[in-house]
């Protein structure tokens, strides 16, 4: 399969549609972001790596962070997670509060907003700097040095209200064991960690290979658990998208309303593909096409 020759096709196919959509608004300083940025990566098992426009141009990973936090609760707590968070699609948006309440605190599953609030007090309690357990947790996964942009954190940590009312609901439903506070500003730094689309690509290979980084990083996660992280994926990763994602991508795959989605073609590659305007659902808009046209060109999915 010749990858490069294939994002080429999409990027030239999609340009009628990059800067369609809108550019997440609701932390401020996500606002300015230019909407007319596209860039997509490949890198296979083997370490080829296949990138086309602005993939390596770091962009604002925000909910593509709660598939590592995952990973890392998995590691430190194995089953025991799915005693705070279920593993069920939401059929809600991200950040809604009616369904957390009608069901005691306990979110549907890890990758809607409360539910990685509950993996990240998770951490809280394991680490004194969690943000930076995150960082170092993705450094290797990577191969790069990878930051957080503390303004972007700032920025979302001051307007953060709907999150804050999610996490105090939880706290009083005793499924929150730090503070509120402690566990809002991890979460809105490892959200705004930046990274490119080559970073994200690599970041995710060890779950196509079945939970073993083919990098030299060794077991990530055991086979078992890995396949259960992309079974997530493809049920709630794209939040209440997800069916429609399914429909048209059939890859296991996780947004962030940076504009990032990252997807999974088990035993083959990671991917990941960004252009910042979203569909109302919050998933990149282009993104979103380009997958589409990713596993209907290659011919390539999990189905
Ligand atoms: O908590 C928030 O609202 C953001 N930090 C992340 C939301 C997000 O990326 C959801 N994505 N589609």
């Known amino acids: 399969m010749d990858y490069s020759e294939v994002l080429q096709q999409i990027a030239h196919e999609l340009k009628p549609v990059i800067g369609q959509g809108k550019v997440a608004s609701y932390i401020p300083e996500l606002a300015s972001v230019s909407p007319h940025q596209f860039g997509m990566a490949v890198v296979t098992i083997s370490g080829e790596v296949h990138a086309v426009g602005d993939a390596r141009t770091r962009f604002s990973i925000q909910s593509i962070s709660k598939l590592f936090t995952l990973v890392m609760t998995l590691q430190l707590e194995g089953e025991r997670v799915w005693s705070r968070v279920g593993r069920e699609p939401s059929g809600t948006p991200f950040n809604s509060l009616v369904q957390l309440e009608a069901e005691n605190g306990k979110p549907r599953n890890p990758f809607i907003n409360p539910g990685a609030l509950v993996c990240t007090d998770i951490l809280c309690t394991r680490y004194a700097v969690p943000e930076n357990a995150v960082v170092e947790f993705l450094r290797p996964l990577s191969g790069t040095e990878i930051h957080y942009n503390r303004a972007v954190a700032a920025s979302e940590r001051r307007t953060s209200h709907r999150n804050a009312a999610m996490a ?136």
């Not at 929150?176 to 080559?198: F, P, Q, T, W």
């Not at 970073?199 to 196509?208: G, H, S």
């Not at 997800?242 to 997807?263: E, H, N, T, W, Y």
């Open 168 to 303: 105090h609901l939880m706290k009083s439903f005793g499924n929150l064991g730090n503070s509120v506070e402690d566990v809002l500003d991890a979460y809105c730094r490892h959200c705004a960690i930046e990274m490119n689309c080559v970073e994200l690509a690599r970041a995710v290979t060890f779950l196509a290979h079945g939970g073993t980084h083919p990098s030299g990083q060794g077991e990530i996660l055991t086979t078992s658990m890995a396949k259960r992280l992309n079974a997530l994926m493809l049920t709630c990763g794209t939040y209440d998208a997800a069916g429609d994602f399914a429909f048209r991508v059939g890859l296991p795959a996780k947004s962030g309303v940076g504009g990032g989605i990252v997807a999974v073609m088990p035993g083959e590659c990671g991917v990941c593909v960004w252009s910042p305007a979203l569909e109302p659902s919050g998933n990149s808009l282009a993104g979103s096409l380009a997958l589409e046209r990713f596993t209907d060109i290659t011919g390539r999915s999990i189905f």
